[in-house]
């Protein structure tokens, strides 16, 4: 039997996959009682994983992201093996763009180890950290500075990025849909992201496990604009099939 941890996982899993579980068909799945489902239930919806209806439980809003602080703790030891795995991908002397998210941020610090990068970001947070190494160039994107994240964001930052031509694009995002579609919940934030691909040599989306199937209502791309995924577990068989089908690579961090 599963633990209460594990349990939590395969009841968000099983709610991505479905759109909608009842409480009575996960007690009986997990052979507990529905008490306890409620509590899972609640818990998750605490972490705004999910959302409560009347018997049940779905997947919360595609129009709105978690917020910023849940993000930061969300599968953090999964996204420091993957930003370790992308920064090892990285060379010294390299330019790079990096955006808004807590898992490029973690990229970010991944990457203080190297020299002599040259970075352009979006990202206050990612700024602060790097702007600390003596031998590393920032350049920040000039726009609307959002007070939830301390992204940037609109035409200043766009028309900046368009200046460069770059090495490595490194981007987070929302969500993946099995057929390869890159989602996201800001649409401003999504034209940065698309001006980061366009003018960058190679494109590195770093995307724990979570973002497979999640559902976000901006579209930003597809796998096949990216060249390489970084992630933490194998991708479910269709998304895995689109990144074959687009001649993809795949790096997965293992398990320490």
């Known amino acids: 039997m599963a633990n209460e941890s594990e349990r ?45 209806y009347h ?15 849940t993000r930061q703790v969300l599968h953090l030891a999964e996204k420091r093996r993957i930003a370790r795995l992308v920064a090892e991908h990285i060379p010294d002397a390299a330019s790079i763009f990096i955006n808004i998210g807590t898992t490029t941020e973690e990229v ?14 979006n990202n206050l947070n990612v700024a602060g950290m790097l702007a600390g ?16 994240d301390r992204g940037i964001v609109g035409e200043a930052a766009i028309d900046l990025i368009r200046q460069f031509k770059v090495d490595f694009g490194i ?6 849909d099995l057929d390869g579609t890159l989602l996201d919940f800001d649409y401003q934030e999504v034209r940065v992201a698309q001006a980061i691909i366009a003018n960058s040599r190679k494109v590195f989306l770093a995307a724990d496990h979570s973002k497979f199937g999640r559902s976000a ?40």
């Open 8 to 52: 939590r996982e395969q009841i968000l899993e099983l709610v991505r996959r479905q759109g909608f579980a009842s409480i009575e068909a996960l007690a009986q799945k997990f052979q507990v009682t529905p008490q306890t489902i409620r509590r899972d239930i609640n818990d998750l919806c605490r972490k705004a994983l999910l959302r409560r």
């Open 133 to 148: 190494k003596a031998d590393f160039q920032v350049i920040v994107a000039g726009g609307i500075v959002r007070a939830r």
């Open 171 to 176: 981007i987070g995002i929302s969500g993946i």
């Open 55 to 69: 018997g049940g439980a779905g997947l919360p809003s595609s129009v709105e992201n978690l917020a910023y602080q």
């Open 217 to 256: 209502m901006v579209r930003l791309g597809h796998v096949d604009q990216i060249d390489a995924l970084f992630t933490d577990a194998p991708p479910p068989a269709p998304l895995g099939d689109a990144l074959r089908a687009a001649e993809r690579e795949l790096f997965v961090a293992a398990a320490e």
């Open 108 to 121: 970010a610090k991944a990457l203080m180890e190297h020299q002599g990068l040259r970075i352009i970001t």
